[in-house]
Structure formats: structure tokens, C-alpha cells
């Protein structure tokens, strides 16, 4: 068996993992990609002929799309009709091969596909099921259609991004869709943690909405609302829960955007130090509160006086924690991304290699490794559903004449 058959470096903390994907676009796929990265064996179920969404979205190359050949590696895609009763019976034996079931289905095609709670853990008692919806199984809005940005909206968190004067903000990227696939994928370990403990582990069904996410995050919005009556609002880069903080963005001479942020009491008056304003006016909470427009628009001015590597020198020396606000291309040519090993080179059929992040967090025993972008459509069929799941060649040629697979 070949390396594109299977990762056979032994890379990964989680080789010999088993993981089926009924999942398209981004949070259950993220899920599965971070399991992925570590080294288990994840199958992308797809639809036959467009498959997956995200192969269609984003930028192209040469008529190539970019994304899924980040979303989409370290996997196996296999395409499969649900829609027809031989399909679906190969999906079943997917969940009986599989040790975790990821699906982002509505609750009502799940339950007539057999891939909902009841069907999966009747197959196999041992699986455990990452269920990601809009907005739960057990919510009267089981069966609604939702997508992140509604669950960014509704966790709290875009209320909270943006300027008081402003509207509510989303951030340029699927975050809740983001988010949730990383919760997803520490709910699964926790899962599989017991599984390997608890000699009585019966399966285990991880119920999660694309809103929770991101509102578990944010630990100070309803304690604030309950315990103070309060609605905590916008207030721009600044910090709602520590007013007297410096966090913010500047422009410096050049033209570049510097962030600085301190939000202990020390380093605000290093701050101050800095702008040659009296620390003694800046020693307590309530006085920083007191004077932080003051900081914040001297902070202001002196950025816009000096290039930006200066006024990086001169927090250094200051103790002030600064950075350039990066975008794509200071990314590519950041040492400290360079040091880390942040950024892989990939081999890639259609584009030739490629650079797409390294496999993060970093492990120093057995850490995982990028062996193969986003694949084909379908390019796994023959090798899971022949050599994992046991199919005969004629059963394979059935599927494939009646356009099953």
C-alpha cells in the first residue's frame, strides 16, 4: 500500500483513529481536519459529481479552487449517493467501521438517512457521534437551516465587534464555523478518553450548536448581564472588561498599522513612561480609567510620527507589547513563522507545490505532518470501500453502474 493509500510515516498522536464525515463546508470538516492532522484515518463522504461546496469556493488558480486543498487535507474522499437505499446501506457500514461519526446534517435527514443518534449507536455501540447544527438536537429549531455567521450573531460575539458608533462587525473568516470544529474535535478526544477508561463506555453522542461555541468564550457576558443588570456593548479594540487598558490599533508614518496592547498596571504605565507623561498620574486602576483617552490619543500621535520599526524598537526597549498588524504576505516572510516551521511546501497534482500551515499545535514525540492536499473528488472509493470496508469488485461495479458511488 502506498504512501497516498495510506500515512504510513507513523506520524500523529492518532494513527489507527477511525473517522467517517457526513459533514460538507466548514465546522464538521474542521473537526475532522484536525483529527486528520494528527494522524487518523478520516473519510470525507461526498455527493457524487459537485461533491462538497467548499471544492467550489474561494479563489482559483488557473480555474483550480485553493481552499479545499487545505480544508480537504490529510483525508480520504469517497463519494455516495444517501439518497438511495444501496447508499445509504454503505454509509452504515462506514459507521460500523468507524470509531467517531461526524455529521452536520438536519435532524430530520438523519434520522431517515440512519445516521442520527438512535441508528448510529444501534450499528455501532461503541462510536462516538459529533452532531453539529444550527442550533441543537434538543431545541425546538432542531430541523432550521443555520450557518456560522447566524451563530456568530446569535452567541453574543458580533454585538461585541466593532466601534460604539458602528455597527455590529463579523470577522473576514467562517469563525463560528471555526470555532465549533475545534470544540467538536476536543469533545471527540473527550469522548474517546473515556471510551479508553470506562470499560462500560456505551457510546457517546456530542450534541453541539454552532452558536455554543464561540458564546463559551466569552466567560464574562453573562455573569455581567446577571450578577450588575448590564449589557456589556461595542467599544472598539478597547477590552469591555478592562476599561483602563491601552488595546488598540495605530497608524504609524508609513503608513502600516501597529497594535499595542497592555492591559496590566504595570505595562500601561510603561506606556506613559514612553509618551513622557508623569507616572505617578497613571499608578492606580482607577486613574489609567480616568486618563485613558488622554494615553490613548498621545499613544496615537506618537505612532503617526515614527515608521513602523521604530516604534517597534522603542516598545522594546519600553517593554511595551506591540506588534505590525500582519497580513498574508508579512506571514510568508516572518522569521519567527519560519523558526516555528509554521508554514509547510505540499506536493499538489494540479498546482504543483504548494504552502498551506503546518499541522498545529506542534508535538515533539510524534507529531503529525501535511502528506497530501485536499484530494480528487472520489479518489478513495476503490481503496475504502474495497480494502477498509470489505466490498467485492462486483459490488463496487454494481455501485458505481447504478451511480451510487
Given at each position: 500500500m502506498s504512501d497516498d493509500e495510506r500515512n504510513t510515516t507513523g506520524s500523529g498522536q492518532l494513527r489507527g483513529l477511525k473517522v467517517v464525515e457526513f459533514a460538507h463546508v466548514v465546522a464538521g470538516p474542521l473537526a475532522g481536519s484536525m483529527l486528520a492532522d494528527q494522524g487518523a484515518d478520516v473519510v470525507h463522504v461526498e455527493p457524487p459529481g459537485a461533491g462538497d461546496a467548499a471544492r467550489a469556493m474561494g479563489p482559483q488558480r488557473d480555474g483550480v479552487p485553493l481552499w479545499f486543498k487545505v480544508a480537504g487535507r490529510n483525508k480520504r474522499s469517497v463519494t455516495l449517493?444517501?439518497?438511495?437505499?444501496?447508499?445509504?446501506?454503505?454509509?452504515?457500514?462506514?459507521?460500523?467501521?468507524?470509531?467517531?461519526?461526524?455529521?452536520?446534517?438536519?435532524?430530520?435527514?438523519?434520522?431517515?438517512?440512519?445516521?442520527?443518534?438512535?441508528?448510529?449507536?444501534?450499528?455501532?455501540?461503541?462510536?462516538?457521534?459529533?452532531?453539529?447544527?444550527?442550533?441543537?438536537?434538543?431545541?425546538?429549531?432542531?430541523?432550521?437551516?443555520?450557518?456560522?455567521?447566524?451563530?456568530?450573531?446569535?452567541?453574543?460575539v458580533v454585538h461585541l465587534t466593532g466601534f460604539p458608533d458602528g455597527p455590529p462587525v463579523h470577522t473576514g473568516f467562517s469563525h463560528g464555523d471555526a470555532v465549533t470544529g475545534l470544540m467538536g474535535a476536543y469533545a471527540v478526544l473527550a469522548a474517546l478518553h473515556r471510551r479508553d477508561h470506562d470499560p462500560g463506555f456505551d457510546g457517546e453522542w456530542i450534541d453541539l450548536a454552532l452558536f455554543e461555541s464561540l458564546f463559551r468564550l466569552v466567560e464574562w457576558q453573562v455573569i455581567v448581564h446577571d450578577q450588575l443588570g448590564r449589557v456589556p456593548e461595542r467599544s472598539g479594540n478597547q477590552l469591555a472588561v478592562a476599561p483602563g487598558?491601552?488595546?488598540?490599533?495605530?497608524?504609524?508614518?508609513?503608513?502600516?498599522?501597529?497594535?499595542?496592547?497592555?492591559?496590566?498596571?504595570?505595562?500601561?504605565?510603561?506606556?506613559?513612561?514612553?509618551?513622557?507623561?508623569?507616572?505617578?498620574?497613571?499608578?492606580?486602576?482607577?486613574?489609567?480609567?480616568?486618563?485613558?483617552?488622554?494615553?490613548?490619543?498621545?499613544l496615537r500621535n506618537w505612532v503617526a510620527e515614527r515608521v513602523t520599526g521604530e516604534c517597534l524598537e522603542e516598545f522594546a526597549r519600553a517593554e511595551v507589547v506591540a506588534s505590525r498588524v500582519f497580513d498574508a504576505a508579512d506571514i510568508a516572510a516572518d522569521p519567527v513563522y519560519a523558526e516555528r516551521e509554521d508554514?509547510?511546501?505540499?506536493?499538489?497534482?494540479?498546482?504543483?507545490?504548494?504552502?498551506?500551515?503546518?499541522?498545529?499545535?506542534?508535538?515533539?514525540?510524534?507529531?503529525?505532518?501535511?502528506?497530501?492536499?485536499?484530494?480528487?473528488?472520489?479518489?478513495d472509493n476503490h481503496l475504502v470501500y474495497g480494502q477498509w470496508l470489505g466490498l467485492s469488485a462486483g459490488e463496487l461495479a454494481d455501485l458505481e453502474k447504478s451511480d451510487v458511488i
Open positions: 449517493d444517501l439518497h438511495h437505499e444501496a447508499g445509504r446501506l454503505v454509509a452504515h457500514r462506514l459507521v460500523a467501521w468507524a470509531d467517531v461519526v461526524i455529521v452536520t446534517l438536519r435532524a430530520g435527514r438523519l434520522r431517515s438517512w440512519g445516521l442520527d443518534w438512535d441508528s448510529v449507536h444501534r450499528i455501532n455501540p461503541r462510536a462516538v457521534l459529533l452532531q453539529i447544527s444550527g442550533f441543537g438536537a434538543t431545541s425546538s429549531q432542531a430541523d432550521a437551516p443555520g450557518f456560522g455567521k447566524v451563530g456568530e450573531a446569535r452567541s453574543g487598558a491601552v488595546i488598540n490599533t495605530y497608524r504609524s508614518r508609513d503608513g502600516e498599522w501597529v497594535t499595542v496592547t497592555s492591559a496590566t498596571l504595570r505595562s500601561v504605565r510603561n506606556i506613559a513612561r514612553l509618551l513622557g507623561l508623569p507616572e505617578k498620574e497613571f499608578s492606580t486602576a482607577q486613574q489609567q480609567y480616568d486618563r485613558r483617552e488622554q494615553l490613548d490619543e498621545n508554514i509547510v511546501t505540499v506536493d499538489d497534482p494540479d498546482l504543483g507545490p504548494v504552502r498551506m500551515q503546518a499541522v498545529i499545535p506542534h508535538f515533539r514525540q510524534r507529531p503529525g505532518r501535511v502528506w497530501r492536499t485536499g484530494p480528487a473528488l472520489g479518489q
